[in-house]
T-cell receptor
């Protein structure tokens, strides 16, 4: 079974530039997550999709971050404009969690992440 | 506020030795606790999951324990190998409608030959 795919793996940009990350979840997984992981910290949820609808985006800095999940499959996360403090690894995860799944023990499968450096 | 605290922040052990990582949480109401292993440059991978009624769970040389009364968990690594060098993250799920996850900052383990 193919895992969660992310691209690019690394990205270096200057502050105030724009950047976009792409995620392809495991086939059939209903739920998709974007996390921000700053060096030395645990992942922080940015946004959660259930199919193509947003479930939770309470920690997404909406003035500069945006995300979409077209057709309930692939997703893109965009930062515009980037700030120095956005330097982090951006992790995408997916889980089977759907209407009939046991949400309490639903496992999230993570992609390798995109390491963003903002200069 | 739901929090997850891990200790130590990092540790170095010799190959073949054992080690224990700690996780304390304040997440309430509690649903389940997972330990994830995150290799450098990769995403976290789930090692174990424990619900309220479980107090121990093993996955090969990894054994996790849970004390739901004191809200503490530990991850014990037996006979460490070089491939165990990674960050170990404790993740606690709240028993709410969205089962929101709270992540610890992780413990970085370095195994040396």
């Amino acid at each position: 079974e193919a895992g969660v795919a992310q691209s690019p793996r690394y990205k270096i940009i200057e502050k105030r530039q724009s950047v976009a990350f792409w995620c392809n979840p495991i086939s059939g997984h209903a739920t998709l997550y974007w996390y921000q992981q700053i060096l030395g910290q645990g992942p922080k949820l940015l946004i959660q999709f259930q199919n193509n609808g947003v479930v939770d985006d309470s920690q997404l800095p909406k003035d500069r971050f945006s995300a979409e999940r077209l057709k309930g499959v692939d997703s893109t996360l965009k930062i515009q404009p980037a700030k120095l403090e956005d330097s982090a690894v951006y992790l995408c995860a997916s889980s089977p969690m759907g209407r009939l799944a046991r949400r309490s023990t639903d496992t999230q499968y993570f992609g390798p992440g995109t390491r963003l450096t903002v200069l | 506020k739901n929090q997850v605290e891990q200790s130590p922040q990092s540790l170095i052990i010799l190959e073949g030795k054992n080690c224990t990582l700690q996780c304390n949480y304040t997440v309430s109401p509690f649903s389940n606790l997972r330990w994830y292993k995150q290799d450098t440059g990769r995403g976290p991978v789930s090692l174990t999951i424990m619900t309220f009624s479980e107090n121990t769970k093993s996955n090969g040389r990894y054994t996790a324990t849970l004390d739901a009364d004191t809200k503490q968990s530990s991850l014990h690594i037996t006979a460490s190998q070089l491939s165990d060098s990674a960050s170990y993250i404790c993740v606690v799920s709240a028993n709410s409608n969205d089962y929101k996850l709270s992540f610890g900052a992780g413990t970085t383990v370095t195994v040396r030959a």
